[in-house]
């Protein structure tokens, strides 16, 4: 889908009353996951094992 699109319909299922902060953060939110969807399919992503890791040492 293309960017545009993608946007149009982003903001039409949104309610009527939403303001521009709460589109503009649901345009931000969408796109960022594209932006993960598209690294993992490109074999760019971490493995959850791995995030485990990195997050363990701040779980504790």
């Not at 699109?5 to 009527?16: E, N, S």
């Not at 796109?31 to 992503?45: N, S, V």
């Amino acid at each position: 889908m293309v960017a545009k699109q993608a946007a149009k319909h982003v903001i039409d299922a949104m309610p009527d009353d939403a303001s521009m902060d709460d589109i503009i953060h649901a345009l931000y939110v969408r796109a960022k996951f594209e932006h993960g969807e598209r690294q993992i399919r490109e074999g760019r992503g971490v493995p959850h094992k791995k995030v485990k890791e990195r997050l363990g040492k701040w779980l504790r």
